[in-house]
């Protein structure tokens, strides 16, 4: 048996340039919230929903972003329209959560608008003397597809979302994530500012400290990141140990842990989790390794559904943020997407979407509702959990009086000080950057 040892290593990449750091202010502030309400949400692309969530005329549903509310319309032509959800008499808003209407009707003294944004009803219309048919039609945000997701921009103007996203879509044209499907969508509320949340997902720099039992099935140190624009992502790969185990690792146990990983996501139905777990006990053949076995797994199946993606990309994950919180991991067939948003004015808490998407390979995957989860002892999966249990933690330790900035690793989080960048671009514009 050989020893479990790590040692210090190091990677050419790091280093290149100084750490850097950043307000801690933008964490904890309520001026914080204030800029981004004002600078940052309204004027930047953000993903919605999915177009699966509203496939029929009438289907809406509601998008919530810091203090704005949008109804996310499919209209009887089939288009996506969003609604600013305000009632144009005194302001009511027309619909909340989710569901199928034929209209819009104010549920205060019933104003009705059309699924198109047509007003249809106005009560004593004769009692409003000069009031303009044009000026009744219910505003709209900009909407954009891409990947499945609907995108919505709350002011008009630039950049469109096709301006708005390269390098990613090209990047990621291979998966087809447009055909992928909603497996689950889990939401909750946590206690840490929705910048926080996102950026405990954008490096692997915490795997050593946080998910030490991992360590044998991804190797932390060889992660490849890149700022891409106001974009970002980094280039994990999966079933193999870290490097600073430097090789002294059996394959046998690599193999263990990279199943045990896959599980821990609830990705697996019953019968692939006893498939799984017999493959585990399975022994390798000579020569055979971890990363010859999960190819096997997932190529052949998948690869018929996604023809232009390179093989040795199914052997990696990508995880992607599309400014300012669209982020995810990204293997062939599987999209976990890691979501955060501003949870109304508090600075301290932030709505919180783990969700998996997947690709339905020839199968049938039914229509899948998102859950909202308020119970503390929720199941997320152990790494889920590990990562859960820090945020709170980073929130009040950022409320430090003597906590002025934090401290970035020059490449493994640029990521974070990239996003924290691309914002201060937000305010200096208010909210003209592309
Ligand atoms: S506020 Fe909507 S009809 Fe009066
Ligand atoms: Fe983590």
Known sequence: MKQDKLEPVTNPEWGQ?????VDVARYVSPEHVRLECEHLWPHAWQMACRAEEIPEPGDYFEFEIGDQSLLITRTPAG???AFFNACLHRGTQLAKGCGNKVNFT????GWSWSLDGENRHVLDIADFPGLDEEDLRLPQAQVGLWGGFVFVKL???????????????E??????????????????????????ALEAFEETYHTLGTHPQIMKGMDDIGVVYENLGIHSRMIVTNAVPSARYRGNVEEQEVLAVSIAGLLDFGLADEAERAALEEMAKTPLAEGQTTRDVFRAMSYDR???????LPVDQFL???????FPNLAFNLMPGTLLGLFARPNGADPDSCIFDAICLQHPAGQDMPRVEREFITDPDFDWGVVMAQDVSNLERIQKGMHARSMKTTRLASYQEKRIANRAQVIDEYYRRGGESS
């Not at 340039?17 to 750091?21: A, E, I, N, S, V």
């Not at 998948?302 to 232009?308: A, D, G, I, T």
Request: with cysteine.
């Open 17 to 21: 340039t100084p750490y850097q750091q």
């Open 79 to 81: 288009a996506i329209k």
């Open 106 to 109: 104010c549920p205060f003294h």
């Open 155 to 169: 002011t008009e103007g630039g950049p469109s979302l096709e301006e708005y996203l390269p390098p990613v879509p």
């Open 171 to 196: 990047h990621l044209a291979p998966y087809n994530i447009d055909e992928f499907r909603i497996r689950f969508w889990r939401s909750t509320v946590i206690k840490c500012n929705w910048k926080a």
């Open 302 to 308: 998948l690869s018929p559904f996604m023809p232009k």
């Open 316 to 322: 990696k994950v990508y995880h992607y943020t599309i």
